[in-house]
T-cell receptor, first 111, second 114 residues
Framework: ETGVTQTPRHLVMGMTNKKSLKCEQH?????MYWYKQSAKKPLELMFV???????ENNSVPSRFSPECPNSSHLFLHLHTLQPEDSALYLC??????????FGSGTQLSVL | AQSVSQHNHHVILSEAASLELGCNYS??????LFWYVQYPGQHLQLLLK??????LVKGIKGFEAEFIKSKFSFNLRKPSVQWSDTAEYFC????????????FGTGTRLKVLA
């Protein structure tokens, strides 16, 4: 366990499905992040929340919809995804001015 | 916009060889710099970080990195690698202005032969 728990670990979905990724941390961190990790590409920052308020949205398509109900939980709602959205989705959390602490990720395959 | 370049995508070394992985960043202001490591099947972990002060930073497991401001570089080094250092290494940058925007490079896959 890393302190940042992501579920599910693996997800296969069709392009018309709706699914959600969940992230949970009990480290007392105030910031939570979603990153996308694809082969041969840099980790792409998607969203950042600080104390439940979104502070970064890195031009992410609207088929990805984040939700942060409190500082300990972060969701990524997925709908009508494309095959190129297949990737490892990483959640992270941190305190202000501290580097992100990552979860193990959800490996997403879009068919 | 900030960016991070890691020019070595794959590196293969024998045990006891010395390691240097390159990292260059693009940003005009003051930055914080990081190296993360991802061992096979594991999550990304912080290896070391630079915020200010001594430009030579020492991290865990014998790794160190040197910040050279004039070259916009933060190269990772280890004098003698071990088989257990086989992993993917990521350089990251964050502007020193209280933002949460951590930008990562593409990573370097290191394979150490026993």
């Amino acid at each position: 366990e890393t302190g940042v728990t992501q579920t599910p670990r693996h997800l296969v979905m069709g392009m018309t499905n709706k699914k959600s990724l969940k992230c949970e941390q009990h480290l007392g961190h105030n910031a939570m992040y979603w990153y996308k990790q694809s082969a041969k590409k840099p980790l792409e920052l998607m969203f950042v929340y600080n104390f439940k308020e979104q502070t970064e949205n890195n031009s992410v398509p609207s088929r990805f919809s984040p939700e942060c109900p409190n500082s300990s939980h972060l969701f990524l709602h997925l709908h009508t995804l494309q095959p190129e959205d297949s990737a490892l989705y990483l959640c992270a959390s941190s305190l202000t001015d501290e580097s992100p602490f990552f979860g193990s990720g959800t490996q997403l395959s879009v068919l | 916009a900030q960016s991070v370049s890691q020019h070595n995508h794959h590196v293969i070394l024998s045990e006891a060889a010395s390691l240097e992985l390159g990292c260059n960043y693009s940003y005009g202001g003051t930055v914080n710099l990081f190296w993360y490591v991802q061992y096979p099947g594991q999550h990304l972990q912080l290896l070391l970080k630079y915020f200010s002060g001594d430009p030579l930073v020492k991290g865990i497991k014998g790794f160190e990195a040197e910040f050279i401001k004039s070259k916009f570089s933060f190269n990772l080094r280890k004098p003698s690698v071990q088989w257990s250092d086989t992993a993917e290494y990521f350089c990251a940058v964050n502007s020193n202005s209280g933002t949460y925007k951590y930008i990562f490079g593409t990573g370097t896959r290191l394979k150490v032969l026993a």
